[in-house]
């Protein structure tokens, strides 16, 4: 029996190709989810394959969904197969830990763009979709750089303090519509993110600064353990939860 029944819901993760995703992504099909894997790697298919050899449903999507028409026609798509339930911003980039001084345009509109603005586009075709099927529940994933300016650059971490100002105000607007909205925020987590950056690149400077409050956190998660979060918060069972931020850093944000 499924802790948390998804059954006859379809959910889309994005970043679902490895990670948080990835396991997010497989947790909520064990509950009974369809889900649609969504990436921009081909990685999304092995995710596929994970979930269907367990017996699960899912489906994959590859493509950039910082382009509004992607995340309109995934977003579009995913309800044709079945009734969109759940969206999982997940998807997201590194910076290389510049301060603001130093931040470059490219570095700065890459964040937004794939961290702040691609969920947007998603969340914007996403909830009238779940207003209209009775309501829904959208998981966004930010990061504990969307409540402190210690643990990342000036790109990142504007990029998720924008990711929990959309959460609130998404989950204020539509809450009585059905739509619940909330945020998780991870510390440290054993995932690839540090890929989707050149660290040739690296701001020594910037990472000195930030060492002494990334070195107080206490470990890094599994990403089973951000995706057992992000799944009860999709279910029914967190029905009264709406608007909140929730840490997932094993204590880091305590201290």
């Not at 409050?213 to 992000?230: C, F, T």
């Given at each position: 029996m499924a802790l948390f029944d998804l059954s006859g819901k379809t959910v889309v993760v994005t970043g679902a190709g490895s990670g948080i995703g990835r396991a997010t992504a497989v947790m909520a099909a064990a509950q009974g989810a369809t889900v649609i894997v969504a990436d921009i790697a081909e990685t999304a298919h092995e995710t596929v394959t994970q979930i269907t050899d367990a017996g699960g449903s899912a489906r994959a999507v590859v493509g950039d969904i910082s382009d509004a028409a992607i995340a309109q026609s995934l977003i579009e798509g995913a309800n044709n197969v079945g009734t969109l339930w759940g969206l999982v911003n997940n998807a997201g980039v590194m910076d290389v830990f510049s301060g603001v001084a130093k931040v470059d345009d490219a570095t700065w509109e890459r964040c937004l763009r794939i961290n702040l603005t691609?969920?947007?586009?998603l969340m914007r075709a996403a909830v009238p979709v779940l207003i209209a099927n009775g309501g829904g529940s959208i998981v966004n994933i930010s990061s504990e750089a969307g409540i402190r300016g210690a643990a990342a650059g000036a790109a990142y971490t504007a990029s998720k303090h924008?990711?929990?100002?959309?959460?609130?105000?998404?989950?204020?607007?539509?809450?009585?519509?059905?739509?619940?909205?909330?945020?998780?925020?991870?510390?440290?987590?054993?995932?690839?993110?540090?890929?989707?950056?050149?660290?040739?690149?690296?701001?020594?400077?910037g990472l000195a600064a930030l060492g002494p409050?990334?070195?107080?956190?206490?470990?890094?998660?599994?990403?089973?353990?951000?995706?057992?979060?992000?799944v009860f918060l999709l279910s029914v069972e967190a029905s009264n939860v709406n608007g909140a931020l929730i840490a997932n850093d094993g204590g880091w944000s305590a201290g």
């Open positions: 691609a969920p947007m586009y924008g990711l929990i100002g959309l959460t609130r105000n998404t989950a204020y607007v539509y809450g009585k519509q059905g739509v619940r909205c909330n945020a998780v925020m991870p510390g440290g987590v054993e995932t690839n993110i540090m890929a989707s950056i050149d660290q040739s690149k690296m701001d020594m400077e409050v990334h070195g107080s956190a206490l470990r890094n998660a599994k990403p089973d353990e951000l995706a057992a979060l992000v």
